[in-house]
């Protein structure tokens, strides 16, 4: 819920903090680069201190950053906290995972867990902006990092007494040097990409790519040749794991990456307010709560490949429907296809889990949640970079000789803060040409989440059908 609880949140913070725009960028940014920077530590962490040990760490520093947000006076305390709920959170995603994976041995009652786990973690992010609307509508801004609180509380006190003792399995010294590296690739990758989207292939990201890709070679040769790494490698080249890590990247680049276009075609194209159009877009979460569980059946009488075919599938015909999205559409229209695709990915999320959690040792279980989260984060990230390039460049090439040269030609909002300077007739007929434009842009990001979703559907029919249960198999 932390990833997204921001949203409405952040002209009440910028009135309050009065941030630069870069510092507004970083309160924006900060948690999930450091989130994503630090989940194969964390995870490799779990695995030799203890999962439960470090489950309960990750949530007093959740609960004690929180209360810190709340009550920044500055921007840059501010950022400092988003940083370290970063490093809560990155404690206990992996963490939450490998327990699962240990205290559930049947694989029948492990897939319904798991399914559970996926639906409580899609249903936090949806829930997110509408507790951020609804608690800055009537407390201050602080309330939305005060949320946190109770419900760290109420971990700290129920996981000691229901959640099995997990003692670490020491394998030697801890790998600082592969630590650096795992940092060093993952936070520039992720910064690039996303700085990639928001302003274009400018110097700075593009070389930031190229540095993360760099130690990422060293990275993995380190991994490859140190006794006691970080990561067994030798998991990847297992088609239950190393298959799944695929089919979720390409899972979250889709789900993520469309989920901007959504958010604007609710508010700026149909003017809804932001409360309104999160209340709205909770809708699509009705067909996921569905989608779970009957993936979860299906996969215990269907092979798991196909079902996860299937759902790239579903997920293919939902954004085809998106593709034809106009501003004279009824909410209809797009609350199916946002629907007909959640659900379509998110059966596929819960057979992802299910299978690389299966295929895990027991022992190394939280390094294997933080590889697949950390596949997450990279998929959530390309998907909003090539998604929204695709969507920005359309958007650009219909309004270059239909708008004056400035914001209008850029995005959406550009074009409705220029025409509310414009005389009446002309400002609606701006507004409506932008209109047109960004939805010729949805279409076509649509288009290519189309495209990804027929590739990820082969990929699953040939490449994972025939995975065992279990798990155990030969490498592939």
């Known amino acids: 819920m932390d990833v997204s ?3 409405f949140a952040v002209p009440f913070i910028g009135r309050a903090l009065e941030p630069t725009g870069t510092q507004q ?10 989130l994503s920077g630090l989940l194969i530590v964390m995870g490799a962490l779990g695995d030799r201190i203890g999962r439960r040990r470090l489950l309960l760490v990750g949530a007093a520093l959740f ?18 906290a988003r940083a370290v709920l970063g490093v809560g959170g990155a404690a206990l995603m992996p963490s939450t995972l490998a327990l699962i994976r240990t205290m559930f041995a049947d694989p029948k009652q492990r897939a319904t867990a798991l399914a559970i786990w996926t639906g409580v973690l899609t249903t936090g992010i949806s829930l997110g902006p509408i507790l951020s609307g609804v608690l800055v509508e009537h407390f201050w801004w602080g309330s939305i990092f005060l949320i946190n609180v109770p419900a760290m509380a109420i971990l700290l006190f129920l996981v000691p007494v229901f959640v099995p003792r997990h003692r670490g399995v020491g394998q030697g010294r801890f790998d600082l040097i592969g630590a650096v590296l795992s940092l060093g690739t993952l936070l520039p990758v992720v910064y690039g990409i996303k700085e990639i989207a928001r302003t274009g292939a400018a110097t700075l990201p593009v070389a930031s790519i190229g540095v993360g890709l760099v130690l990422g ?26 298959g799944s890590v695929v089919a979720n ?22 003017g809804m307010s932001p409360l309104r159009a999160a ?11 569905v989608a779970t569980p009957v993936a979860a059946l299906l996969a215990r009488r269907v092979d798991r490949g196909w079902v996860m075919c299937g759902g790239f599938a579903v997920g293919g015909a939902g954004f085809a429907v998106l593709t034809g999205a106009r501003p004279d559409s009824s909410l209809g229209v797009l609350l199916a296809g946002a629907a007909v695709y959640a659900a379509g ?4 999320m819960t057979q992802v889990t299910d299978m690389a959690m299966g295929v895990a040792p027991a022992e190394r279980a939280a390094s294997a949640s933080a590889v697949l989260e950390s596949g997450s984060e990279l998929g959530g990230a390309l998907g909003m970079a090539l998604l929204g390039t695709i969507g920005d460049a359309v958007y650009h090439r219909a309004m270059v000789d239909r708008a004056p040269a400035g914001p209008a030609r850029e995005t ?3 074009a409705q803060a220029t025409a509310a300077q414009l005389p009446g007739d002309t400002g609606r007929a701006l507004v409506d040409t932008a209109r047109d434009a960004f939805c010729d842009g949805m279409s076509a990001a649509a288009l290519g989440a189309v495209v990804v979703m027929a590739v990820a559907a082969g990929y699953c029919a040939r490449f994972l059908r025939g995975v065992p249960a279990g798990g155990a198999e030969d490498a592939g």
């Not at 960028?25 to 450091?34: A, E, K, N, R, S």
């Open 5 to 7: 609880v921001l949203y």
């Open 25 to 34: 960028l970083w309160i924006l940014d900060m948690y999930g680069f450091v």
């Open 63 to 80: 609960a004690g950053a929180s209360l810190i947000a709340a009550y920044a006076h500055s921007a840059e305390t501010l950022i400092a």
């Open 217 to 242: 070679a060293l990275f993995v040769r380190r991994q490859l040749t140190a006794e006691h790494p970080l990561l067994d490698l030798e998991l990847l080249r297992l088609r239950a794991f190393g």
């Open 412 to 414: 959406l909002g550009g």
């Open 279 to 289: 209340l709205w877009s909770l809708v699509p979460s009705v067909a996921v709560a």
């Open 345 to 348: 990915v998110v059966a596929v």
């Open 249 to 270: 990247v390409l899972a979250m680049f889709a789900i993520v990456g469309f989920a901007i276009f959504t958010t604007q075609y609710l508010q700026s194209v149909l």
